[in-house]
T-cell receptor, first 108, second 119 residues
Framework: KNEVEQSPQNLTAQEGEFITINCSYS?????LHWLQQHPGGGIVSLFM???GKKKHGRLIATINIQEKHSSLHITASHPRDSAVYIC??????????FGEGTQLTVNP | DTGVSQNPRHKITKRGQNVTFRCDPI?????LYWYRQTLGQGPEFLTY????????KSRLLSDRFSAERPKGSFSTLEIQRTEQGDSAMYLC?????????????????FGPGTRLTVL
């Protein structure tokens, strides 16, 4: 069993829909990251959080440390949001352990 | 462009050859990380440096792999005697961590990656 599990693996939505991607982890962490990866490999860090909730534009990330669970929400989704969204946790030192990613496709 | 850069972007090699990749981090960043990502999977940690010191290595980093960061700036990742299983995207990231007061952003900024294909 992976230390970081994401669901769903694939998600297709219509433009404008509210999207939720989930991440569960089984280890103690010091922080959790949400990353976005576009075709061709480029990875962008969206959020780093260790408690509570963060919001940036149409993106919202929440974390529940007791339940070892985090969610990434996208409001008013747009085709340009189509990408792979990756959850990663920081355990010892600076090592990141990554989930397998959620492939999001937003259709116009 | 002041982001993380990696060279080459693509490398095709024959099994048994040696390859070397380079990563140039964001200039003031003291930490540099190497990850490997195979198709359809999330990245996997390989190793990281704080300045020129290699602080942690994954068990994925076999003795055919070696990484250096000689002056605490750019880093190289060398794979000797490549195997087909080494085919992957090799990602580099950098971050700024300061020790005074134990503060850290540790937001990792990723490069575009080097895609290695071993024939």
């Amino acid at each position: 069993k992976n230390e970081v599990e994401q669901s769903p693996q694939n998600l297709t939505a219509q433009e404008g829909e509210f999207i939720t991607i989930n991440c569960s982890y089984s280890v103690g962490i010091s922080a959790l990251h949400w990353l976005q990866q576009h075709p061709g490999g480029g990875i962008v860090s969206l959020f780093m959080l260790s408690s509570g909730k963060k919001k940036h534009g149409r993106l919202i990330a929440t974390i529940n440390i007791q339940e070892k669970h985090s969610s990434l929400h996208i409001t008013a989704s747009h085709p340009r949001d189509s990408a792979v969204y990756i959850c990663a946790v920081r355990t010892s030192g600076s090592r990141l352990t990554f989930g397998e990613g959620t492939q999001l496709t937003v259709n116009p | 462009d002041t982001g993380v850069s990696q060279n080459p972007r693509h490398k095709i090699t024959k099994r048994g050859q040696n390859v070397t990749f380079r990563c140039d981090p964001i200039s003031e960043h003291n930490r540099l990380y190497w990850y490997r990502q195979t198709l359809g999977q999330g990245p996997e940690f390989l190793t990281y440096f704080q300045n020129e010191a290699q602080l942690e290595k994954s068990r994925l980093l076999s003795d055919r792999f070696s990484a250096e960061r000689p002056k605490g700036s750019f880093s190289t990742l060398e794979i000797q005697r490549t195997e087909q299983g080494d085919s992957a995207m090799y990602l580099c990231a950098s971050s700024l961590v300061w020790t005074s007061g134990g503060g850290s952003t540790d937001t990792q900024y990723f490069g575009p990656g080097t895609r290695l294909t071993v024939l």
